[in-house]
């Protein structure tokens, strides 16, 4: 299969179970601290809605699979979550995927999934370097203009580990950038980096405080994951107000590894 053919592919369905020590897992490599029961203790357990886009990434899997592009020289780029009810402490959730679109950068191309359920919807946009300039649309022009922020900038810095990587791929992201030096100096590292979707679950965790808000309240968040963290780096989120949510960055050794984020809580 080429880039060309993907958009519009039809991944079906899967069905993803987890019990409440993987929700626990996923806590504790976002950063939970142990004395946060709630996330991390199976007696009142409630799940980081951030875990979603853990469960989803088999749509992600399935998409490269195809054949078009090599997973191992890809990246990820930005995420969205809108979720729409809470996920259970354990269970089996019900999913579908779809390649919403394929876009061609010239010198890279996106590849953009959509994960759908009835407790969330996913979208990952998937970057390729290299693999431009087939004569495909180069999607948006624009993103639309943000709101206005307002207020002192919140801030908050977490200390990751240099173990947060092997970590998190416990989750489920096996993509071998994240534990392989060999692997991660073919796609121009310097060594193995931080999972983007573990430095978004690190933001959403921490932005609750921003919004005097639970965790476990998302609502929805999406971001740019514009540069890489490495496992031991500490992770600076700065937010800001704007209308009934927060707009929020994330930067780590002087690189913003987050832009263009939102979050909103319930």
């Known amino acids: 299969m080429q880039l060309r ?3 519009g592919v039809d991944l079906g369905a899967q069905a993803v179970a987890y019990r ?3 929700a626990i897992l996923y806590a504790l490599a976002v950063g939970a601290p142990a004395d946060r029961l709630d996330l991390v203790y199976e007696r009142d357990l409630r799940v980081l809605p951030t875990y979603a886009c853990a469960l989803g990434l088999w749509a992600v899997e399935k998409a490269g699979d195809l054949g078009a592009y090599d997973r191992k ?3 990820h780029a930005s995420q969205s979550l809108l979720v729409h009810r809470p996920l259970p402490r354990e269970g089996t959730i019900e999913m579908r995927g779809r390649v919403e679109s394929v876009w061609d950068k010239g010198k890279a191309s996106i590849v953009n999934v959509a994960v759908e359920g009835e407790l ?3 979208g990952y946009a998937i970057f390729l370097p290299g693999l431009g300039g087939w004569g495909g649309s180069p999607g948006p022009a624009a993103d639309a ?3 206005a922020a307002a207020g002192v900038p919140w801030r908050c810095a977490v200390k990751t580990s240099p173990e947060s990587a092997a970590l998190y791929r416990l989750t489920g992201d096996l993509h071998p950038i994240h534990i392989d030096p060999e692997i991660a100096r073919a796609n121009g590292l310097d060594g193995p980096i ?3 979707l573990c430095t978004l679950g690190i933001a959403a965790r921490v932005l609750a405080e921003a919004a005097a808000a639970h965790p476990c309240d998302l609502h929805s968040i999406s971001a740019r994951l514009s540069a890489p963290v ?3 780096d500490t992770v600076a989120v700065s937010a800001q107000r704007a209308g009934d949510g927060l707009l929020f960055e994330a930067s780590a050794q002087d690189r913003i590894v987050l832009k263009d984020g939102r979050a909103d809580f319930f």
Do not use: V
């Open 120 to 122: 969330f919807t996913a």
């Open 73 to 75: 020289r890809s990246l």
């Open 5 to 7: 053919d993907l958009a």
């Open 194 to 196: 931080l999972h983007g």
């Open 20 to 22: 409440a020590r993987d």
């Open 145 to 147: 203009p943000r709101p």
């Open 230 to 232: 490495r496992p031991g």
